[in-house]
């Protein structure tokens, strides 16, 4: 959770397809991989009811080690595991030697497949189910990644800070040595998008910059912005929210006009960002109070759709069919919620959440990611029905393949 650290920190081939190594050989370890039937399953089925594959990413320590308290920092082993629908799918090994990470943000399922990031001490490595991919010069922390028929896209921010890269294959298709990313990459019809920012030598100000379909465009703003908080693209029309002189709050502005988004009466807004929504646009808008708590809202568009309970932040959210689901935590209280489609769950006793991305729509049905407390199995809640799952750790992520 990134307004929370505490919550979040505290629980904390060379294949066959013919790729190339971007920039010298790397030693390869690719032993320990194991397989399971849950990698056959694919979204689908006869009839007109089409399911989708959900797949839960977690860590899993020997049998037995108190991984939460985890005494034995760095000589204890772990793995990268991954369930479909409930049923092992695929194990990978956890260490520098494997060039994978024990960080819940360096992999993602992608149409069923995981991918991983590594930082060596000069390259970036990504890896598919556990077998190397792909490298490049250079230490980045992955902002988006895409995997089609054309290629793997992956948009990486350097890890010292400015600049960036994106690239397919691990071949480079843009960089900017100096630009600030805003926000996230998007898929479009015609490939990705995403936007970055550049300081004006002496001016004090930013110009900002759209990414999409293989060429850069400058971001044409109003002459009264002082900063563009985020970018996006939607149905190939550009959004962007951004604070104006002499307006309190920050606004939306499309092609169809400028949108005050509407916050409480004598709050201090601290940001302001587009949520991952296909088809529509969603914001998080978070403020404090004049006690310092922050809190959580959303809208929809313009229209302001909810505020969360104060304290309420939102750690990650998911939608299906016009409804948004949450995973929300308090800043100052061990506290966590569910908020499904508009109404607030309260987390089973002796479970937390941890990892990126814990819960996904599922054919209609909320699944969430627990973690127990207390040394049990990890769980997944849906709709409030728990499935237990046969591994010592927790889980990092939950993701959907849809038909």
């Known amino acids: 959770m990134r307004r929370c650290m505490a919550i979040v920190a505290g629980l904390a081939m060379m294949v066959s397809c013919g790729l190339k190594e971007i920039g010298g050989e790397l030693p390869q370890k690719n032993e320990g991989i194991w397989k399971g039937p849950g990698a056959d399953l694919k979204p689908g089925g006869p009839g007109s009811v089409k399911r ?16 939460m308290s985890d005494p034995e920092a760095g000589s204890v082993r772990c793995s990268l595991v991954v369930y479909a629908n409930a049923v092992p799918m695929l194990k990978i090994p956890v260490g520098t030697e494997y060039q994978t990470s024990a960080a819940p943000d360096m992999h993602r399922m992608i149409e069923g497949d995981l991918y991983t990031d590594f930082s060596t001490d000069s390259m970036t490595v990504i890896k598919k189910n556990g077998k190397y991919l792909f490298s490049y010069p250079g230490r980045e922390m992955m902002i988006g990644m895409h995997a089609d028929s054309s290629g793997v896209y992956t948009l ?36 990705c998008a995403f936007a970055f920012s550049e300081k004006v030598a002496g001016a004090g100000k930013e110009r900002y910059y759209l990414y999409r379909d293989g060429k850069v465009s400058q971001i044409a703003v109003r002459e009264d912005v002082r900063k563009v908080l985020d970018v996006t693209v939607s149905d190939g029309e550009v959004y962007y929210i951004a604070t104006l002189t002499g307006i309190t ?49 959303l809208w929809r568009k313009e229209v302001r759709e909810c505020i969360f309970p104060a304290g309420m932040v939102l750690w990650a959210s998911c939608t299906d069919g016009g409804g948004v689901s949450c995973l929300l935590a308090h800043c100052s209280a061990d506290d966590l919620r569910i908020s499904r489609c508009g109404e607030l769950i309260a987390f089973p006793e002796g479970y937390t959440a941890m990892g990126t991305a814990p819960l996904a729509m599922v054919d209609g049905i909320l699944h969430v990611g627990m973690t127990s407390m207390d040394g049990a199995q990890p769980a997944v809640w849906m709709d409030g029905d728990l499935k237990k799952l046969n591994f010592n750790g927790y889980i990092s992520s939950i993701s959907v393949w849809e038909p």
């Open 156 to 191: 990486g921010q350097s890890r010292r800070g400015k600049g960036f890269s994106f690239r397919r294959d691990g071949g480079l298709l843009f960089e900017n040595a100096k630009g600030d990313l805003l926000g996230q990459m998007v898929v479009t019809d015609g490939g």
């Open 52 to 67: 989708s594959v959900w797949y839960v990413t977690g860590f899993d320590y020997p049998e037995g080690y108190d991984w």
């Open 249 to 297: 709050h920050p606004v939306l502005v499309c092609e169809d006009g400028m949108y005050m988004l509407e916050f409480p009466l004598s709050v201090r807004v601290d940001s302001c960002r587009f949520i991952a929504a296909e088809g529509e646009i969603l914001i998080e808008g978070v403020f404090s109070t004049h006690t310092g708590l922050m809190t959580s809202g």
